[in-house]
């Protein structure tokens, strides 16, 4: 796939995400609150999701004072929301007098006048690259660098490398099950290979049923029954019970996809499910859980750091 063509699916996918999180939550604008951060430097405004899902796994959130609009980790305080992928709230960052400014944007997508507007605040932007499992350990790094708190964040990244590899090693030796992974309800987007949520698939003990298919492809329902998987992991962060109804007429619709006939579908809620944050340990936990019921997985590992476990919390009913 050329770049500009790859760019494109990272830019519908990230606005397909945007949209699960509106009908799942709705668009809440936070009221600025008095942050631990006021000392600290440097000060950060993220607005990428997953970055303040790093920095909070790695015990430094202490440098954000504002996030993203479709922030929604539940551990992190109570902070302005002021941009996302498309637009940037700059009247409510100024005051704020932020050091270092977090973004992810594909080469060549930077909106016009992004870098004067973060020259003309005296900050630094930070801008991120993540696609694969191997760009959130990247990330975590380059944040934790940023921050001035390189022990702190490679101590987590370690841990966050020791808790997917254990899970790998104990699915090593049974035999990989044809999975598809469904982003959103209506069954269109999928994660195909070269995404990370493939790398997390693998790891846990899946092989991707959209082989041949780019990272982010949107499918018609001939195309999705036509891989037959044996498991389909949707993923619906925080999503509403109208969402969750939504996604399960789509499976009562395709009753002779393997999957679905065999009671394989299993769909994962968590705030954290669409999230390429430090949170992806447990997911891959989960995937393993749903794939290899019968395995054994390591006991959870303690990041003590934040005194957070980074196990899986169990998985959904279906």
């Not at 993220?46 to 004072?65: F, N, R, W």
């Not at 016009?112 to 690259?129: I, M, P, Y």
């Not at 490398?161 to 959103?184: C, D, N």
């Not at 959870?300 to 998985?315: E, W």
Request: charge should be negative; proline fraction near 6%; include cysteine.
């Amino acid at each position: 796939m050329s770049g500009q063509l790859l760019e494109k699916h990272h830019a519908r996918f990230a606005i397909a995400v945007i949209g699960w999180l509106l009908m799942a939550s709705g668009c809440r604008r936070n009221t600025p609150t008095n942050s631990s951060s006021q000392g600290v430097q440097p000060r950060v405004v993220s607005l990428v999701p997953a970055a303040s899902d790093l920095l909070e796994g790695m015990g430094v959130a202490d440098h954000l004072v504002a996030v993203s609009n479709y922030d929604i980790d539940p551990k992190l305080p109570s902070l302005p929301k002021v941009g996302d992928y498309l637009t940037t709230d700059w009247e409510r960052i100024a005051p704020l007098h932020p050091g270092l400014i977090i973004t992810q944007y594909a080469q060549g997508r930077t909106p016009a006048g992004f870098a004067q507007r973060v020259q003309d605040l005296g900050a630094t932007q930070l801008n991120l690259h993540i696609d694969r499992l191997e760009d959130i350990y990247a990330a975590g790094i380059e944040l934790a660098d940023a921050v001035k708190e390189h022990d702190k964040g490679a101590a987590a990244i370690a841990l966050l490398k020791e808790q997917i590899e254990s899970v790998r090693h104990a699915v090593a030796g049974e035999a990989s099950v044809q999975t598809l992974i469904v982003v959103g309800p209506d069954g269109s987007s999928i994660a195909g290979p070269g995404s990370y949520l493939d790398d997390l698939l693998q790891a846990a003990g899946g092989k991707n049923a959209a082989q041949g298919m780019t990272a982010w492809p949107t499918i018609d329902r001939e195309r999705l029954a036509s891989f037959q998987p044996q498991v389909i992991i949707q993923l619906l962060s925080s999503s509403s019970p109208q969402v969750q109804q939504q996604a399960e007429f789509v499976w009562k619709s395709l009753p002779d996809v393997s999957a679905v006939k065999n009671g394989r579908v299993v769909r994962l809620s968590e705030w954290y499910a669409m999230e390429p944050g430090y949170q992806v340990g447990r997911l891959t936990r989960q995937f393993a859980t749903i794939l290899h019921p019968d395995i054994k997985l390591p006991q959870s590992i303690t990041n003590p750091s934040t005194r957070q476990s980074l196990s899986a919390d169990g998985v959904p009913a279906h």
